[in-house]
């Protein structure tokens, strides 16, 4: 993030001054896809609007959304900067190609076994801890290896980790060399992705990323594609995990980096409209709610890495919480209890509007209501989505999609209709994943326009869905809309409370495993008294952004008491946060000492050992800016200014002057978006 508001980029191309006078901003997040227009000699939003996000083909909802804005506005462009959900998708649903990992562990500490992943080979090749080598890679070995899982695994890109490769990675550079030149495939170093210590984790990060590049090629040209339609031929960028942006050409050769850029982007464009540079920032969409802390205009990055899918990466993304509750989240009642869950589906209001109504379904579900008293799951709602001519339906399958063609049904009755017989028993979950029909089903979405508070869809539909959940639940409708709204409310003041409650060392207390914590916060919400009043008060503001926020932040900071803003264009804040935000290129060096006037350097190309710690500081420092500008040349801008700084382990010794244990050196370049830059690194 940057840490002022950007001004309008201005670059040299061949003698001429050239200027990003406008931008087009895009996020393709879990529900909706947002495009804004964005002036940057006034610092303003032209145009915008949203569609919902088609993940079965991202850039079908990316053109519904460039459609809704005027042809004159968007050719305006001179620069389109996208995030999107696409590479978390692909890694959480395990999309992508079959990777071959090759690895060069330490000495009698390794077995395949150790990383979860198959086809896997050990190969020649080791380091000391300090980036001595112990034994010399075995290029024969590397190029049989790589024929063989070619051959036998049908492997089609590889990922190599190595011991102690972030202080020297040599051996994984050659083994590179020699996989491309013998195969042609795509070969991903740890070292290239990570500086962190732990060579499996840098393996799991390796192979993520090899698997995943198709996915993100493909978007890319197809998101070209569908500009040249409209005759918009622009350069483009792609929002980081970090919140930062890089040039297509990096985005494809590191596409994991890319994973929860719509959360980094939805904070980039929460400062940008409202230009507090210390404040907390909720993001609550269709999906997810995401939380972070924004201080002195950045916001921390997470120490060791994103978690994505369940698997540990060592991917930079910003610190930030994440809980599976928006506008879409599913409302269920299940023996009597009313559930909110982390599973997004289609609100029955939206369906509705897009139907013409849904009185068939119901008309069936008020018929058959007595026998869903255990539970509402099979009054839920599966509408086709898009037939698609190359999957492999089964015959029960089959015999949905001519039910669907009619109109949508609820599960029940398509059990009723089909072999199934029973609810449970649909076979729908296979054409869900694949986008091909949609579940739709109550949500908070559904209950604002009971109230009227949202006005969008259809709110005879929702009123209808709401009627027949709160028979099941055993409550009249009104008391069913307040309870599971206030239910939301608490969850957005919780979530902020969790982001708050730290140690400083950006650890968070989990509420669910802390009893005493758990209470006390009971008590603050009123759930529980037992003669204890807690009050808890905000002194930052709170920036809200997300289409359906404005509906819950509010009775959210009364229950702590403190400031909070919902700026104007919060829907789209998102995009506004794509096409603001700069390219930021971060690099590490460490200088250890290893005693006996003996100093290494990690971090770099090669390892290097001087006896003088100034000699190392000064090499160190080179190379470091050398580095960091080829990267930002490469990520898409003009900017060279490399700023460094460093900071010093030292153990205190008594009557001495302590001793030096380690030198930090962090580069940072940023800079703006480059339009020469960014076309040279193009697809």
């Known amino acids: 993030m940057a840490d002022e508001k950007p001004g309008t980029p201005n670059f040299e191309r061949a003698g001429e001054r050239v200027s990003v006078s406008y931008g087009l901003g895009i996020d393709a997040g879990g529900t909706y896809t947002d495009v804004v227009v964005f002036d940057f000699l006034k610092h303003r939003i032209l145009g915008k609007s949203k569609s919902l996000t088609t993940p079965w083909d ?160 493909q978007f890319i040209r197809d998101l070209k594609n569908t500009l ?10 792609v929002v980081k995990g970090d919140g930062s942006v890089t040039s297509v050409g990096m985005a ?12 980094a982007a939805s904070v980039a464009g929460a400062t940008y409209l409202t230009g ?6 909720i993001d609550m969409g269709g999906t997810s709610t995401d939380t972070a802390a924004v201080k002195n205009g950045f916001v921390p990055r997470c120490g060791h890495g994103a978690v994505v899918g369940g698997k540990k990466t060592h991917v930079q993304a910003l610190d930030m919480r994440t809980i599976g509750l928006g506008g879409d989240s599913r409302i269920w009642v299940e023996s009597g209890r009313v559930n909110i869950g982390a599973m997004s589906v289609g609100p029955v209001s939206m369906l509705g509007h897009l139907s013409g109504g849904l009185e068939k379904p119901f008309e069936h579900l008020r018929r058959n209501i007595e026998t869903f008293r255990i539970s509402s799951e099979p009054m839920e709602i599966i509408a086709l989505n898009e037939e698609k001519e190359d999957f492999d339906y089964t015959p029960e399958e089959l015999r949905i999609l001519e039910i669907l063609k009619a109109g949508p049904r609820s599960i029940d009755e398509i059990a009723e209709r089909t072999e199934a017989k029973y609810w449970r028993l649909v076979p729908v979950g296979r054409m869900e994943k694949a986008c091909i029909v949609k579940r739709f089903a109550l949500t908070p979405t559904d209950l604002l326009h009971v109230k009227g508070q949202d006005t969008r869809w259809d709110q005879k539909a929702a009123e209808g869905m ?58 603050w919400l009123g759930i529980r008294r037992g003669g204890l009043k807690v009050d808890f008060s905000l002194d930052i503001p709170v920036i809200g952004v997300g289409a359906p926020i404005h509906h819950f932040l509010p009775a959210a900071i009364e229950l702590f008491g403190g400031e909070y ?64 500008r ?30 030096f244990l380690e030198r930090t050196l962090t580069a940072v370049l940023s800079g703006s978006p480059d339009i020469p830059r960014l076309e040279e690194e193009g697809l």
């Open 565 to 628: 803003m919902v700026p104007e264009n919060a829907d789209v804040a998102n995009a506004v946060g794509a096409i603001t935000s700069r390219v930021v290129i971060r690099k590490h060096a460490k200088i250890t000492s290893l005693g006996r006037n003996e100093y290494i350097i990690e971090g770099l190309a090669a390892r290097h050992a001087f006896d003088n710690l100034q000699e190392a500081h000064e090499c160190a420092v080179r190379e470091l800016r050398e580095i960091v």
């Open 252 to 263: 494809l050769e590191r596409p994991v980096e890319t994973i929860l850029s719509g959360p």
């Open 58 to 217: 991202f850039t079908i909802g990316i053109k519904k959304a460039l459609s809704r804005i005027e042809m004159s506005l968007l050719k305006m462009a001179d620069l389109v900067c996208v995030s999107t959900t696409l590479a978390t998708n692909a890694i959480v649903e395990g999309k992508g190609r079959t990777v071959g990992l090759l690895v060069m562990p330490p000495y009698g500490f390794f077995e395949p076994s150790d990383i979860p992943h198959s086809p896997i080979r050990v190969i020649s090749g080791r380091l000391e801890i300090d980036g001595r080598v112990t034994e010399p890679v075995d290029v024969k070995q590397v190029r049989r290896f790589g024929r063989e899982l070619i051959s036998r695994s049908g492997v089609e890109a590889f990922a190599v980790s190595g011991f102690a490769s972030t202080i020297n990675p040599e051996h994984e550079i050659l083994v590179k060399q020699a996989l491309r030149e013998d195969t042609g495939l795509c070969v991903t170093c740890g070292h290239e992705l990570s500086e962190l210590l732990n060579f499996r984790t840098r393996a799991i990060t390796a192979i993520l990323n090899a698997r995943i590049v198709p996915q993100i090629e």
């Open 228 to 237: 040249l339609d409209l005759n918009i031929s622009v350069p483009i960028a």
């Open 466 to 523: 709401s009627e027949l959940v709160s028979f099941i639940a055993g409550v009249d409708r009104e008391t069913l809309t307040e309870q599971v709204l206030e239910r939301v409310t608490r969850s957005v003041a919780v979530e902020l409370l969790q982001k708050l409650l730290h140690d400083g060392s950006g650890r968070e207390y989990d509420l669910d495993s802390n009893g005493p914590l758990r209470s006390i916060v009971n008590n």
């Open 276 to 281: 507090l540079k210390d404040a907390m920032v």
């Open 630 to 659: 080829e990267m930002g040349t490469r990520a898409g801008t003009s900017e060279d200014r490399v700023d460094i700084s460093a900071a010093d382990t030292v153990i205190e010794v008594p009557d001495d002057e302590g001793l």
